[in-house]
């Protein structure tokens, strides 16, 4: 087949492209013909039909001047540059199937169109929660919150949802707006949710039910070492920001005494999260920062348990399926995908969101029980190997890309 893949960013930046990219891989390795569209960025990988691509801008933070911002507001819209481009590297290279993953803002649902005027199906892997949430994440002022789901996107500005701005909030919620009004995502045949909690918000959200389909995302097993024997401390990997929950996680292994901790990643909340921990946990955490695939690997396979206890509704992370195939246990919170990964008691333990005690007893109950996190460590790869493999995903993605064809 030839398969046009569609994300905003053509790197290895955040899990949708990496996701994107390791699946274009997969199909090349199959066999089949492979291409790109995305935005201009000096960052990108090579790509065929670079020049074709719209121009870069960017939204965080938002371009200066009145007239730069009303000019990508506009375009979070409509993208007369993204809907031309994408024209042209359709015509050219002439795919059987595009699949998309996010573009929203930068690309927009403006380069559908031209795949309607040339009859080519689209396929949808939904990352998160933009469908049916303004601001992606079920979030407000960093509580949980559905307001949005069943179609009253006003909610987000009337709750100043995007980081309490009034104008930044008004902004998502007349794009979410305009397209479900238009039904700007029609021309989409399938759309493929990596969670079951995410395929029952897009339904219960109107995202043409019947189309939403549910497939878990995958990790390649043959490149993941499991651990040998119970390691020692835990680890938390992943962006530092607040609702990923890190600071939940450095009040619990304060209430653990002598036991150790290390973040591996970096994000905007990085100098609030060490000061803290010099102050409720003093030289029991370690903040490695950004690291390689490898570093996260080693990470994974010296750590007694990983830690995941995001305060917002996760989705599939694909770090939470990887220290699953170094056959390490997780300790996560009970929100979102996380407890479709982790079955309580067997390979992970599942705890309440923002409560450090209740996340410090699961921490204690391993470092206690070395055995249980084996054991808990071999079922973790056990259900990857089971329910996460990657030569399965690519068939059931070829059987989504048949039935979007079919549909159209």
């Known amino acids: 087949m030839r398969i046009l893949h569609v994300d905003k960013f053509l790197r290895r930046s955040g899990g949708a492209a990496v996701y994107m990219l390791d699946l274009a891989a997969r199909q090349e390795a199959a066999g089949h013909q492979v291409e790109f569209f995305s935005m201009q960025d000096e960052r990108n ?100 919150c559905d307001a949005c789901v069943g179609g009253k996107v006003w909610e987000a500005t009337r709750r100043r949802c ?40 897009l339904r219960r959200g109107g995202v043409f039910p019947e189309r939403v389909r549910q497939l878990n995302n995958y990790v390649d097993a043959a490149s993941l070492s499991p651990r040998v024997g119970a ?21 619990a292994i304060g209430q653990v005494p002598g036991a150790k901790l290390t973040v591996a990643g970096d994000g905007p909340q990085r100098a609030e999260l060490e000061a803290l921990a010099e102050s409720v946990a003093p030289g029991q955490v370690r903040f490695a920062g950004h690291v390689s695939a490898a570093e996260v690997a080693e990470l994974n396979r010296s750590a007694r348990a990983a830690v995941a206890v995001a305060r917002w509704h996760e989705n599939m992370p694909l770090s939470v399926l990887e220290t699953m195939g170094a056959s390490v246990p997780l300790i996560v919170s009970g929100l979102g995908g996380l407890p479709e990964l982790v079955d309580d008691g067997v390979n992970g333990l599942v705890v309440p969101h923002d409560d450090p005690a209740a996340l410090a007893a699961a921490m204690r109950r391993l470092l206690a029980a070395p055995q249980e996190s084996v054991a808990m460590g071999a079922a973790a790869r056990a259900k990857m190997l089971e329910h996460f493999d990657a030569g399965e995903h690519l068939e059931q993605v070829l059987r989504y890309y048949a039935e979007a064809t079919t549909a159209r």
């Open 45 to 144: 990988l090579d790509a065929t039909f670079s020049e074709l691509f719209p121009p870069f801008v960017s939204l965080e933070p938002p371009p200066p001047g009145v007239r730069g911002r009303v000019g990508a507001a506009g375009r979070m819209i409509w993208s007369s540059s993204a809907a031309k481009g994408m024209g042209e590297v359709v015509a050219r290279f002439r795919p059987d199937v595009v699949h998309l993953h996010n573009i929203y803002h930068q690309l927009s649902p403006s380069i559908l169109r031209p795949l309607v005027k040339a009859g080519v199906p689209a396929v949808m892997t939904v990352h998160d929660y933009k469908l049916v949430c303004p601001t992606y994440r079920l979030l407000s002022n960093d509580q949980l």
């Open 231 to 251: 390691g020692e401390g835990f680890v938390s990997i992943g962006r530092l920001a607040n609702e990923k929950g890190v600071d939940t996680t450095i009040r």
């Open 162 to 201: 995007q980081g309490g701005s009034l104008p930044a909030s008004a902004v998502l919620t007349i794009e979410s707006g305009l397209h479900r009004l238009t039904r700007a995502y029609r021309p989409v045949g399938r759309f493929i949710a990596p969670s079951r909690f995410l395929a029952d918000q």
